[in-house]
Every structure is written in C-alpha cells, then in structure tokens.
C-alpha cells in the first residue's frame, strides 16, 4: 500500500487532490466551481436535464454529487441557446452541484442514421468546434472533447476514429474559452491495445484537466475492458482525474476503481429501475417476481436510502403489477443510492489502506466468480 | 353570519366539532384513529395505494391529510386479503394520516361490463356484506356502505338504484365490524328532487358517523349539482360531516362549501397534472404550449409548493415535450396544493365570518362568469 499526498492546480478554478491510495486505487478532491466531488465518484446520468422520474430533492437525498446530462439531446430539444438564456443548466434543472456534459459525438453517430432526430427530418452536423460552442452554453463544470467512439471489433475503423478523435481533441482544446469548465480529453482506440496505448499517449499531452476514457461498455469482453484499462491508464498522468465514460456495473466500478479510475457515469441504474430490477445483496432481482408479493422487508436492509427506509418489496412489486410509475422512482432511488452507498464504502477502504482485502468480498456480492480476475492487474 | 361551536361524540374513536360556520359553509375539526382532519378539506385519490407519481413525502410536504383509495381496485390488486396481512392500507402505501376508502359500488357498474377484471375474465359478485368485509380488511379510518350510482338522466333506473342503495346501506350497517372505521351512508336519487330528499331522509335516518352525497359529477349540469345539494343538505343533520363524492374543480369546491360540504375528493387535479393542465391564477394552463418555452417565472408566483419554489414554467414545458414523466409529478404537487391551499384559504375565512364576501372573487378567478349563481342559494 502506499499513500500519497499531493495536489496540483490545474485551472485556477478546478484543483485535484489525490489523499490516498491503494495500490493503483484512489481516493481524492476534484474542486469545481460548484463545489467539491470526492472520488471515486458515480455520477447519475440525467440526459434530458433530467434524472429519470427523480427530483433534484431525492438526489440530494441519495447524496449524489455529480450529474451527467447529454449534450446532443439537450441541443436538440429545448436548445443549449434556450438554456443558456435561462441561466444555464445547473439553473434550468435546478441542480446547484457539479454537472458534466458529455460531447454529442456518441449520439451524433450512434442515432442520427437510425431515427429522425428532429421533426423535419433535417440532419446536425457537428464539430468539435459545434460541440463546444453548445457546452458552454450548457454551461456544466466538466465538458468532453468532440470525439468518435468506433466499433471494438472493426481495427481498420477504430484506428480512423481514434485520428480523428485526436484532431478533434486539438481543435476541441482550442475553441474552448469560458475558465469555470474543465475540457477532458477522451482516449480512444477500441479495444487494440496499440491504438490505445498510441490514443492515451496523445490525450496525455494536451493541456487538459483531466482525461476521460471512451468507447468501452460498447460490446467488448469485460476481459477487454479491463486490459483497456490496464494499458491506458499506466500512461496517463496521476495528478489528472480519470473518467471512464458510460460505466457501469457495480462490478465495473469495483474494477475500474482498482485500475485507478476516478469518475463513473452510467443509465444503468435508472434504466434497470424503470424495468423493476433492484440491486441487492442478493443479486440483482426482479421486483416484478410473485415472490415478492407477501414480503415485508425492504429492498436492502442494511441501505439507508428513502425507498427501503420507507417500504416493502410487497408494495414495490404491488406498483410494478398495477402499471404505477411511483415504482421506477423509488427503485431509480435505491439503485442510484446503491451504487453511491458501494462507491463511499469502496472509498473509506482506500482511505483506511484496507481496499485490496475487500474486493473479493465485493466481487463476490455483486459480481459473481466470472470477475475475479482483480488480482492479475 | 352563525358562529356556533358544539361537537358530539357520534363513535367512541370519531368526533366531529363544528368551530365555525358562515350561513351554511362550516370550518370544523373531525378526529379519526389516525389524526384529526380540519374541514372543509380536500383528498388527493390515490387509486391502487398511491397517489399516481407521488411519494408519501410529496404529499406531507403540500400538507394533505386526508387519502382516498379505491376498493375495487386494491380488491382485484393486490387483494385485500395480502393488504390485510401486510399490515393494512396505512402500513401498506406508508399513509399515517387519515384515509378513505370507496365501497367499490361504482367501479362494479361502470367497469364490470365494459372491461375483463381480471385475467381469467371472471366476474366479481359484490355485496354490501362483501364491500364491508374488503374495506375492513384494508382498514382506512372512513369507509363506505355499498351503494349503485345511476345514470342521473333516467328517472326509473334512478329510482330504482336509490332503493337499492337503501337497501345495501341498512345492511352495510348491520355488516360492519371494527370500532376504528367510521361508515358513511350514500345519498343517491340522480338529479330527481322528490327522490333526493326521499334518499337524504332515509340515509340521514341511519346510525352512522357521517353522511356521503354520491351520484354527482357524473354527467349532470353545475346547476343540477348546486339544486341536488341544495335539496339535500337542509335535510341532513348539522353534527354529522358531509362527504361530497368525486368532485371536483376549484369552482366546484367553493360551490360545495357554499352549501355545507365538508369532505372532498377528486383525481382531477392529479389526471389534469398528467395531462401538462396546470391550476394557475390565470386559469388552467396547457404547460405543452410554446408560449411557456422562455417563461422563467414559476406556474404560480403565490404558490408555496415544491414545484413552485424551486422550478420555471419553462423547465416544466421542456419535461412534458421531452416526454419526461417528472412533469407528471411536479404538475401533480402543484395542482394538489393549489387545491389545499384554496380550501385552508375558504377555511380562514369562515373561521373569520368573511366567506361570503371572497366567494364572488373566488369563482371570478377560478370558475369565470358561468359559476357565478351562488348568491341564489
């Protein structure tokens, strides 16, 4: 184990501090203008400056400290313009704590071919320039470079992209002018440990804040996954914070902390909620289950959160059957509330030295055998 | 005006005091195994055990006291056998205040028909016994006897419905068991004076601790409503609560108050909220419309709501265009509130002797010109 304690000012408005470390995990302090995230962190994904059926109070309650909102579906409707004139977005979805947007490339390539993306049908050509110019009117504390994510399974494809992304970086970087936003830098290069290796090098050299890792939890192995990160990360600065994009699994988290990643961001707690699944210590279950019908405890005995606090898994399967959204928003706040619960817990091991020692525990509870492989990194 | 101050102690666990009264419109104080309700006072419904996209919080929070569910439905679904053995309606949905339950009479006929109950298509036979039974099973602290609603426009079927209802009443009586539940009678007849009056007799005859006027809001013009209350009201006695059944809108509240109603309750506010309808001094607004696209002000500059206190008209339109079923929920707290705001106001003015002279100023602002008939009472 070895700790650490060192902080470098980046920004003048944004400063990381790492306070301990376990092996390659970290515990740290990402101040941002509206306030201080400490990592790892988890960050709910609220893509219509929205959480899903939740109001900024139930975050709060969840004590969920940075929120993600998507940048081409926050363009398309109500408009970045319309935000920004209505004081940004923190104001607008009325939530005062650090907010991230992301770039709009991911949905730039992975929608606009396959639905028509506004009611006249027309197409919205993005650039990093584009991109940028819409983030700050969004107006979030940390913003993402324009960049392609590829197919992991297709080289030829992943190694355009990642050029591309890089040019984009470059451009991106340079149309960035407002001081109250981080701009990451995003890696990418599929799932070849080359490109990826080239793609962390370049994404290193820019002068960013911090650095964010791309096209994962996008159809590779987990296997890949955590090879990708065993590549990139070695070559990234230790005093930038590490986010990996649209991750994850309680199991991803536990193995993406382990590889010195620092911020999460993921739809899967919310989505699961609003199709009945629950995280538990049991597993993930199926609140829809007649197993529930009769049971008088709560979802997690050992969770604080308001849901379990508050309710049976009797009533909660009872909102599933009788069609009442009441169930997707209190099981958006127990699974939200479950992965920020295993986050802070997974935190404190780093801060006590202990983390290597409780992560079988963890895999074990959330992951099954299929992940443990923790030990070869 | 009539100041007049008396209670009477109608069941060991009920009491109703009257502590003020304007002409016919009476603030009082009606005490239930779970907490006192300050009348006049509106419930929000919450059909299947939930008050559609609230939390129990939501509703603590724009101070509702009294619950209405559904008897019918908890009886196809969950059962109220399985609520009965999770603790009772109360414990169930995590309600501590007071609660009513319907008989089920007017889902029995107006769905039973039209719609397969349940998934093998089997009928559901009720009877008053029946209706008694599953209500006290759930256990809310205001329970109905079992009564038939007709169609207000055919004079013999109602005719026939009320007798019936007589009928049911007498043995919904002699049916029930709990000493902490309080049966109410129903008031049927259609829109038909004689049979009004024969019917308010009769019910006003029985031993129970308040009486229900059911059958309106159901097809009838505002002015049959006002002339059946009228008929009515004079002939129940003063020490019983008055239940006026599925109404209704502001103007309909005022209205209803005007004439001795004490209890209400309606899914309007709450379907009308699901609909992007906002109650707003300006009228009911369609928040879907663009004019609302850069309103920065709130639905309700007065409003003391969650909603209100801490979100733009504008952020709520960009929710109901982007299908986001958080409008549901802050439209339904506001609409809920804006309610049981206007009862506290119509009550401080009785407790006060200036009802009469707001009425006017009230169905100005929330009925217009066409409600305007109340000084005819």
Redesign the interface.
């Known amino acids: 184990m070895e700790i650490s304690e060192f902080s470098l000012t980046i920004y003048p408005m944004f400063d990381f501090s790492i306070t301990a470390k376990n092996n390659r995990a970290r515990a740290g302090v990402f101040s941002t203008p509206h306030g201080e995230l400490v990592t790892p962190v988890f960050a709910p994904v609220g893509t219509?400056?929205?959480v899903?059926?939740?109001?900024?109070?139930h975050l709060k309650n969840i004590n969920a400290s940075l929120v993600l909102s998507n940048t081409y579906?926050l363009y398309l409707?109500?408009g970045d313009e319309?935000i920004r004139?209505?004081?940004g977005l923190h104001k607008?979805?009325?939530w005062p704590n650090p907010m991230l947007t992301d770039s709009g490339g991911y949905q730039v390539f992975s929608l606009s071919d396959t639905r028509k993306i506004d009611d006249d049908g027309s197409t919205h050509r993005f650039t990093p320039e584009k991109s940028i110019s819409i983030q700050e009117n969004l107006g979030a504390d940390i913003i993402m470079a324009f960049d392609e994510c590829s197919d992991p399974n297709d080289l030829a494809y992943s190694k355009i992209a990642m050029d591309r992304t890089h040019r984009w970086a470059e451009r991106s970087v340079n149309a960035k002018t407002r001081p109250d936003q981080a701009l990451f830098g995003i890696v990418q290069g599929g799932v070849n440990p080359d490109l990826r290796a080239e793609s962390a090098q370049f994404i290193a050299s820019l002068d960013t804040p911090g650095i964010a890792i791309g096209g994962l939890s996008v159809g590779e192995t987990k296997e890949e996954m955590h090879n990708t990160l065993d590549i990139v990360i070695p070559l990234l600065p230790e005093i930038k914070p590490r986010y990996l994009m649209g991750v994850g699994t309680p199991e991803d988290l536990i193995n993406g902390i382990a590889r010195g990643v620092d911020i999460f961001d993921c739809v899967l707690p919310t989505r699961l909620a609003r199709h009945h699944s629950a995280f538990t210590p049991e597993g993930r279950l199926n609140m829809m289950n007649a197993t529930f019908?009769?049971d008088?405890r709560p979802l997690d005995e050992d969770c604080d959160c308001?849901t379990c606090l508050?309710?049976?898994r009797?009533?909660i399967?009872?909102?599933i059957?009788?069609k009442?959204?009441?169930a997707?928003?209190?099981l958006s706040i127990h699974n939200l509330r479950a992965l920020i619960r295993l986050v802070a817990e997974i935190r404190s091991t780093i801060m006590a030295g202990t983390f290597e020692s409780h992560v079988d525990g963890w895999l074990a509870q959330w992951g099954g055998n299929a992940e443990r492989k923790l030990k070869n990194i």
């Open positions: 219509q400056a929205t899903k059926t939740l109001t900024p109070e579906h409707r109500p319309l004139d209505m004081g607008f979805m009325q019908s009769r008088s308001y508050t309710f049976t009797a009533y399967r009872h909102l059957v009788a009442e959204l009441l997707g928003t209190l």
